[in-house]
């Protein structure tokens, strides 16, 4: 039974009684045994808890009770998204036995649907992070080569769709850590509309630009999971208060009198000449679908990665000051301690990468700098949004690589935080606008790693832009995993 197919195609499979949901997901626990001490994808595998739900999916098909439109699908979750009964540790040592009380909403509506969750992803501590290099339990591997890093912070999600260890992931996207590692790893990564999807049950980072975001191998499969997660939640009220869309239907429409916008900033300096090429390549397919396309200027993207680490590191800063080890945590024996020696002793459990940020966020939010750093961030954002809207006035989608380099060597770019910032110059425009965005992979390089292209779309309009990445898709052919 072969275990890299799409999300519809198990459905398929399951439907037609060709394979047993308990089936498959013991195929996939098998598979996770076989390749997790290469790829390092999962924090925590609930193997027995997987296997007892597939069969109670088995028993409600053969006694053709309702069932849910997942069918006991095999599907990982990114450790900072809340689960009940199952350890959420946010890849950080201060959370490393840390147990939710409850669901996020988006989990909670996976399992009405009968999705059955197999693990919890590895990602960069807190979600901070583009390589999955900053987890307290080890990197995750990029399964196309294992000396490689496969993207971040949703690096664990990624890898385990792309090494066939599940069928769909669920990530959580702040600056691109959905995009980042779907297109490292050669999946589908969709970033939706700010609002769109709960965050409820999400381990805040950075509240008003991060969203909850599926990787899955094709993009009809990130549709079929939007159909499930989307729509307003009374627990969260970012989300807003839309009829239900189905994203599914009519998703071959196409790209035919569609106008498409090349960023013009994210495809110059600073971008590797395959990567570079790959994206001429899919302008042409694009166009050769009967699309029109322009190049666009964004000139505030120069100054998006100043203004989204302002902005970011200024919430996650306070976000991260609730963490002091008094109601949860784990023990290092510190009895005796006074108040504010014990807060500093667990703050110094955090990791470089969560600590560096969190120095900054208080920083620009400090007196005196406030006003110099943070607003002017704000400023930028607002400028940018203003740009976005202007140049969705003249076409339907944006297109630009998703990453501006192909992976890189684990430990090549750690000692260098400014280089691995300017990575996300691509991805972050998204968050700071809130529109959706999405990773479609396209081409594997000389050196055998993938290529992403990124199309981005107006508020809203997730539907087209499916449509539109599902027309991409089709232009390409691409291998699995090779191993």
């Given amino acids: 039974m072969k275990l890299g197919i799409s999300a519809t195609e198990y459905l398929s499979l399951v439907r037609n009684g060709e394979i047993s949901v308990e089936e498959f997901v013991a195929k996939t626990i098998d598979r996770i045994q076989a390749v997790e001490n290469k790829v390092h994808a999962y924090i925590t595998i ?49 959370l490393e036995d840390f147990v939710a009380p409850y669901d996020a909403t988006v989990v909670s509506r996976l399992k009405q649907q009968d999705a059955i969750i197999i693990g919890k992803a590895n990602l960069d501590e807190f ?19 294992t000396e490689y890093v496969p993207g971040g912070s949703s690096g664990g999600s990624g890898v385990s769709v792309s090494s066939l260890e599940c069928v769909i992931s669920l990530g959580s996207d702040t600056g691109g850590s959905v995009r980042s590692p779907a297109s490292f790893c050669s999946v589908v990564g969709f970033k939706p509309t700010y609002g769109l999807v709960s965050r409820y049950g999400l381990v805040s980072y950075a509240n008003s630009i991060e969203q909850v975001g599926p990787i899955a191998r094709k993009v009809e499969d990130i549709a079929l999971v939007m159909n499930v997660i989307a729509g307003h939640d009374p627990h969260d009220d970012t989300t807003v208060k839309k009829t239900g869309e189905d994203y599914v239907a009519g998703i071959d429409a ?83 301690y006074e108040f504010k020696a014990y807060v500093s002793k667990v703050r110094s459990n955090f990791g470089p990468e969560v600590t560096r940020r969190m120095l900054l966020g208080a920083f620009v939010l400090s007196a005196g700098y406030y006003g110099k750093y943070y607003l002017k961030a704000q400023k ?49 425009t998204a968050n700071l606008t809130g529109i959706p965005a999405i990773s479609v992979p396209f081409e594997i390089s000389s050196t055998g790693l993938p290529i992403g292209i990124q199309l981005l779309a107006n508020s809203f309009q997730e539907k087209s832009l499916l449509q539109a990445a599902y027309a991409l898709q089709q232009t390409v052919n691409l291998p699995e995993v090779p191993f």
């Fill in 254 to 336: 196409g790209v035919k009198g569609k106008k498409i916008g090349l960023v013009q900033q994210m495809t110059g300096d600073g971008v590797d000449k395959e990567v570079s090429t790959a994206t001429n390549k899919a302008m042409s397919k694009l166009q050769d679908l009967g699309a029109e396309c322009i190049p666009i200027s964004l000139d505030a993207v120069e100054h998006s990665v100043a203004a989204y680490y302002t902005i970011a590191s200024a919430e996650a800063s306070s976000n991260l000051a609730r963490y002091d080890n008094i109601r949860y945590g784990f023990d290092f024996g510190t009895e005796g």
């Fill in 46 to 94: 609930d193997a027995e808890n997987a296997l007892d739900k597939a069969r109670l999916v088995d028993k409600k098909n053969r006694a053709k009770e309702k069932t849910g439109i997942l069918l006991g699908m095999p599907v990982s979750i990114k450790d900072n998204i809340c689960t009940a009964g199952l350890r959420t540790t946010c890849a950080s040592k201060v």
């Fill in 127 to 145: 979600a901070m992070g583009s390589t999955t290099e900053f987890s307290h339990f080890g990197p995750s591997k990029n399964p196309w080569n």
């Fill in 380 to 428: 930028v954002r607002a400028m940018m949004k203003s740009q976005v809207d202007e140049a969705f006035k003249k076409v339907d989608f944006l297109v630009a690589p998703t990453m501006p380099i192909m992976p890189f060597k684990i430990g090549e770019k750690i000692d260098d935080p400014l280089k691995l910032y300017l990575l996300d110059i691509n991805t972050i």
